[in-house]
């Protein structure tokens, strides 16, 4: 009986340390799920807040693109790609509620989203060339291609995979401009559909511009420049102030040539002013910069360092490298161009364009020119090139032979107005 009841308190043992062990396992089983439960759940919001904070360090109202990358377009919950952006570009983006999903931010300006992992936020001021804006458009569209690309200069900015249907701004050797996010950029020729008639703007634009010339900038303390091709300090802010109150557009050669050839339509008050030689010419870009008037130099390049003139408001195009030398040929004041054998001449200037910066701009010395002169001239690369002649630039005109109205120590205010209008 004993042997019985010890066996069965041996057996009540057992059990009872066969239940203590099973819930003891089963405890620890629910204490390690809530655990795990818990641990998820903190990691996973750990998880979340770090995505969100990244997908924030990537917005602002304005980024800027971290490589060459895609452009979306949203079709009901779907992203498809429309197109490409280059890599530095500067977006504004629309408004954005970010949540730890968000995949893409939208750009109401561009009309088009991007991928937040794309994009940077953009802090300085941007400022746009809008020069274009002074131009004044065709009366014509152009008619994109399904895909076409976006060139500022030579570099292709976007790629959009649908036709644009917009205003010609102006046309050039490559292609035509329009205006894409507030910038003229260029549709090439090979990139377009078709171009139709369509009324765009009912501004006259001009039919002859004036180019006019001035030489030597003076003081009026300064007694040493006495020929009538020098200019005083008072003479050029009296004309510039004109200009200035009057609404003058001042341009730079290549609008100019595109103007003659009919790409470019010019505001009926424009002028493109030079300035011929180098000597003194420094003392033109105070005056410049403070009535944002832009001008021509064309500088004798061996003679003075370009650098000596540089500002925004100044362009620098060609009149020789060395070549500005007198008594050379017969006749007039004897410029080489006329008779100088043509390699020599060739070579002076190209040396003159590399020097410049490539220019394609051209003046001829001492207004001096002919056949041979114009001949070496193509061929050394410029596209337009300058004399006197006393009369305004009309459309059509030879390119090489583009007439200036010569300016004088003794060229009033009103003379001046009577010139250029």
């Not at 300035?275 to 420094?282: K, P």
């Not at 003679?303 to 490298?321: D, G």
């Amino acid at each position: 009986m004993a042997k019985k009841k010890q066996k069965l308190k041996a057996k009540v043992v057992v059990v009872c340390l066969i239940l203590f062990l099973l819930l003891l396992f089963g405890g620890g089983c629910l204490f390690y799920y809530k655990y795990d439960e818990y641990y998820k759940s903190e990691y996973k919001e750990l998880n979340d807040k770090k995505k969100l904070d990244k997908i924030k360090s990537h917005y602002s109202e304005k980024v800027v693109t971290n490589k060459d990358t895609y452009l979306y377009s949203k079709d009901k919950k779907k992203y498809k790609v429309s197109g490409r952006v280059a890599i530095g570009e500067i977006i504004n983006l629309s408004k954005t509620d970010i949540n730890k999903d968000t995949e893409y931010f939208y750009s109401e300006e561009l009309g088009y989203y991007l991928s937040y992992k794309d994009v940077e936020p953009y802090k300085e001021e941007v400022v746009k060339d809008n020069r274009y804006k002074k131009y004044v458009m065709f009366n014509e569209n152009v008619v994109t291609k399904e895909e076409v690309n976006l060139y500022r200069g030579d570099k292709a900015i976007y790629t959009i995979y649908d036709p644009l249907d917009r205003p010609i701004i102006y046309k050039d050797d490559l292609g035509v401009y329009i205006e894409y996010l507030d910038e003229a950029l260029l549709v090439k020729y090979d990139e377009i559909d078709k171009t139709y008639s369509k009324h765009n703007t009912d501004l006259a634009d001009a039919s002859a511009v004036p180019v006019t010339v001035y030489h030597f900038f003076y003081k009026m303390e300064d007694t040493s420049c006495n020929e009538a091709i020098c200019h005083s300090e008072n003479q050029i802010r009296e004309h510039f102030t004109y200009l200035n109150n009057n609404g003058f557009f001042t341009i730079n050669t290549t609008e100019l040539r595109l103007f003659i050839e009919g790409k470019l339509r010019l505001p009926s008050k424009s002028i493109l002013i030079t300035i011929d030689d180098g000597a003194r010419a420094e003392m033109f870009i105070p005056l410049l910069e403070e009535f944002k008037i832009n001008a021509t130099l064309f500088l004798v390049s061996g003679w003075y360092p370009a650098s000596k003139f540089a500002s925004p408001y100044m362009e620098i195009a060609s009149h020789t490298h060395l070549l500005h030398t007198p008594g050379v040929c017969s006749g007039g004041q004897g410029s080489p161009l006329k008779c100088l054998e043509k390699t020599k001449l060739v070579a002076d200037l190209k040396q003159s364009r590399e020097t410049l910066n490539g220019t394609t701009a051209f003046c001829y010395p001492f207004y001096e020119l002919n056949d041979y002169a114009v001949s070496a001239v193509k061929e050394a690369g410029f596209k337009i090139a300058f004399m006197g002649g006393h009369r305004k630039a009309t459309k059509g005109i030879d390119l090489y032979r583009v007439p200036r109205i010569p300016l004088n120590r003794y060229t009033t205010v009103s003379q001046y107005a009577s010139l250029i209008n």
